[in-house]
């Protein structure tokens, strides 16, 4: 449940309800093909940035939970110019309504049509629309992300167990390193999914939209479907976390006195 500039739901359970009475079960996938081709790609720059970053901050050395952080933000930030524009697309997907009684004012067949149309209305720059915002929300998020993560694990991990392979403390901190990074940038979400929503063509900049935002509705839409956010962040980034440990583990296997071990 995104929030836009006029609230159309009540709630999670109200948002779903209302999709499926308007536009049925398809219309909970609307825009799912974009993240779903992106995810992979995502995945794999966010985890070999942080590893990138994680050799020149901590070399050789044991890394603290503050070189964890900050390899954390520098790979967010690139992290963020292949977010944006696949969330835009995402967005704009999502936004169309198929119901009878509305809808959007431009209309996409999919996903290839959209970006044609994008790109239509302002070259490559057009896809790039709340990039501003973007970095403010993927830099400390992720930053937090990582760190808490391995905070996580160190606590519960059995003392003497290794922290380098797969295991149900691992999955466990995997996903609570999802809700802890959300929550620590996600009213930056919400300011960029106002931007990207915006077919007016105006270029807003991130106090303008956080503005607009709070004089039609005051503080709550900064937390609008935080809930459902939480909720998809657990399953989500546990089985990110558990599978690139597992990854790791398959092509670059270590010896048991190399791995890390919880004291």
């Known amino acids: 449940m995104s929030a836009a500039s006029q609230r159309k739901y009540s709630g999670t359970l109200n948002c779903v309800a209302t999709i499926l009475r308007e536009e049925k079960l398809k219309g909970l ?46 790979s967010g930030l690139v992290n963020a110019f292949l977010a944006c524009p696949m969330e835009l697309v ?18 996409y067949s999919g996903p290839i049509d959209c970006c044609r149309k994008i790109y239509k209305m302002g070259g490559i720059r057009a896809f790039y629309k709340g990039l501003h915002v973007t970095i403010w929300r993927e830099t400390p998020s992720y930053g937090a992300y990582f760190a808490s993560y391995e905070i996580f694990t160190h606590l519960f991990t059995p003392p003497g167990q290794s922290l380098d392979v797969p295991s149900p403390g691992l999955l466990l901190a995997g996903g609570l ?53 939480a909720i998809r962040a657990f399953p989500t980034n546990a089985a990110t976390f558990y599978a690139v440990c597992w990854m790791r583990n398959l092509l670059d296997p270590k010896p048991v006195s190399q791995q890390r071990t919880r004291e």
Request: some cysteine; overall charge positive.
């Open 29 to 74: 996938y609307k825009g799912m093909a974009s993240p779903v081709v992106g995810v992979a790609a995502i995945n794999s720059l966010l985890f070999g940035v942080h590893g990138w970053f994680m050799h020149h901050i901590a070399g050789d050395n044991s890394p603290t939970v503050s070189n964890i952080f900050w390899a954390g933000c520098g």
């Open 90 to 107: 995402k967005i704009r997907l999502q936004n169309q309504t198929s119901s009878n009684g509305g809808s959007s004012m431009t209309s």
């Open 177 to 229: 390193a999802g809700i802890v990074g959300w929550l620590s940038t996600y009213p930056f979400d919400v300011i960029k999914t106002h931007i990207q929503s915006d077919l007016s063509g105006k270029n807003q900049s991130m106090l303008q939209a956080a503005g607009s935002i709070y004089r039609k509705e005051g503080i709550r839409p900064f937390f609008s479907g935080l809930g459902a956010t």
